[in-house]
DNA sequence: ATGAAAGCGCTAACAT
DNA sequence: ATGTTAGCGCTTTCAT
């Protein structure tokens, strides 16, 4: 492979010319740039982005960590989150992490060889981590890093209201909601403190249902629907996460539970694979695509030194209404 | 951030020494070894990757290139990749194409400038690339990309066949089936005509149903499977990819079809989140897992200059019986 | 407008 | 066993 002195030999000129006809930077005579394309062209020349980097000491890679990709929100969140910054000429490197936290770590560690530029983390951080040791950007989604972080989350306050709006009007008198134990005081919690304190107002009866929150599989989901469903035979309604709550339907369908009829489900998320089923899941839809943006963008404004970027970033959500409640 | 210097300045000792004692190549006495991880820990040194990729001119990185992430087998298959990457040392650069074919020739392009060491594709070539230009190892999953690129894929016949087996002997007369357009004599194609073919023998007629393969929309989805069922509704079978397939089951249910009682419906691919429809979607599974691992390996192969890689691989698919033939 | 030369931070060959 | 030095391929002063 050609280097920049090959071309500039080729060309009969110095590589610092060669560089700024290249990078359009500095002044080049018409004449010389056209022999330099040639050369160029002649030689197949492709300049070598790894010299680049340690010049400019930037790799244009972002990692992003999620959880788990075989979960469709995660999957919708990269892919948002892929796009938003190859937009702004930044490359998505991706972690699922898999319940193995030492690759959280490990991807800090990537920020400090310079091998990434930044970070934007799906999942909590690991306990045994200094947060004051990261000296790079980071932006999280939904989870709380410390106070330096900027998070983006949605309005679980409001979606919260709006699933005991849902269920209230329904009717409904015992509820199971699934929730993860409340471990960083993650923004997303917030949601389930907001329908208990709503279902209590209206003398709604809740029993709560724990789950891993980082178990993230279908047998997971299914084993704990199952569990639950059988134990709490007598709820009317159940509020989840689309996945658990897609799960609590075919449960409840395959038990012969009428739903909505006999059992309402109200899901949180918006998927459209949660749309794949019969009746559709009623849901409370995250606006996915501007998470992944307000994500990017806060990142890009760290990267460029920004000094006021905003450290929470709250996005709308709307009721999807379905059939299962 | 301190370099290599100061940290050899710090204890006393010249770069050599440290290069060698970090990377533990070449003899380091016991004391300046300690000497040497005391000034490491006290500037709090982390060697900067971004040189060592510059001399050793690889950057441990691979572009993974899928259609659509949101698309849950190739989250899936780039989730087991990732994995498998990690394992291998190297990093998943993720890329969803998202029907812009020009994000392909980018990937390429960053293999050029040595940005990426290598490729594995989910998609098809561009059109308008010439392959000749590519000079780093590509795999390619269920994919055409010409003579000298590995070839990941399922067995396809065998899963045609498996399909055709349960359509003739649940005693359907008129199957619907989803297809692509054939393009470029992709792998996972033959599965579409071993069903025919072994459907044919039996006296199934056929109607084929044409979809846009890189169109992976739930939307898409939904509006041709109501656009083909309701066209020809005398069909008593479906069969389609998982998640065309769910979409089928969802919209017979809603027209009040029983399934399997009127319609019967085979899916193919396997996919977890295919399951949580009632009654579960009878599909052939593939052993993503399997195929990311050999995708993995095969890249790593060819990385490592070996010359007998395999140009085909053919991974086994299993009968998922589930309740909807 | 352009060439020469000094790094970016590291590794490895060569001395000692 | 360890220090010195010459690159890796590029960008960017600094002269001219």
Redesign the pocket.
């Known amino acids: 492979?050609?280097?920049?002195?090959e071309?500039?030999a080729y060309a009969?000129?110095?590589?610092?010319?060669?560089?700024?006809?290249?990078?359009k930077?500095?002044?080049?005579?018409r004449?010389?740039?056209e022999k330099i394309d040639e050369a160029v062209k002649a030689l197949n020349?492709?300049?070598?982005?790894?010299?680049?980097n340690?010049?400019?000491?930037r790799s244009g890679m972002i990692g992003v960590v999620v959880p788990d990709l075989e979960n469709p929100f995660f999957a919708k969140f990269l892919k948002y989150t892929e796009i938003e910054l190859y937009k702004q000429g930044y490359r998505a490197v991706v972690c699922n992490t898999v319940e193995i936290s030492s690759r959280v770590e490990e991807l800090i560690g990537l920020m400090n060889q310079n091998v990434l530029d930044g970070l934007i983390v799906g999942v909590d951080p690991p306990e045994n981590v200094n947060l004051k040791t990261i000296r790079k950007p980071v932006v999280s989604l939904d989870r709380n890093w410390g106070e330096k972080i900027p998070v983006v989350t949605s309005d679980n306050e409001k979606g919260g209201r709006l699933v005991a709006e849902q269920i209230v009007k329904a009717g409904c008198k015992r509820v199971l909601v699934f929730e993860s134990r409340p471990r960083m005081k993650n923004p997303f919690e917030s949601r389930g403190k907001e329908v208990k304190k709503a279902l209590e107002e209206n003398h709604v009866s809740i029993i709560r249902a724990e789950v891993e929150w980082n178990l993230l599989s279908y047998e997971y989901y299914m084993q704990a629907v199952e569990k639950y469903l059988s134990i709490f035979d007598s709820v009317d309604a159940v509020f989840a996460g689309d996945m658990i709550a897609a799960a609590a339907l075919a449960v409840a369908q395959r038990k012969n539970i009428r739903v909505p009829e006999k059992l309402k489900i109200m899901g949180f998320d918006g998927l459209d694979i949660a749309k794949l089923t019969s009746p559709v899941l009623t849901t409370i839809r995250q606006d996915v695509p501007q998470m992944a943006r307000r994500c990017v963008e806060a990142l890009i404004q760290l990267l460029e030194g920004e000094k006021d970027v905003p450290l929470l970033q709250v996005c709308d959500v709307v009721l999807d209404k379905g059939g299962t409640i």
């Open positions: 492979m050609p280097g920049i002195r071309v500039a009969g000129v110095g590589v610092g010319t060669v560089s700024r006809a290249l990078n930077t500095g002044y080049v005579s004449e010389t740039k020349y492709h300049p070598n982005e790894l010299a680049r340690l010049y400019r000491n």
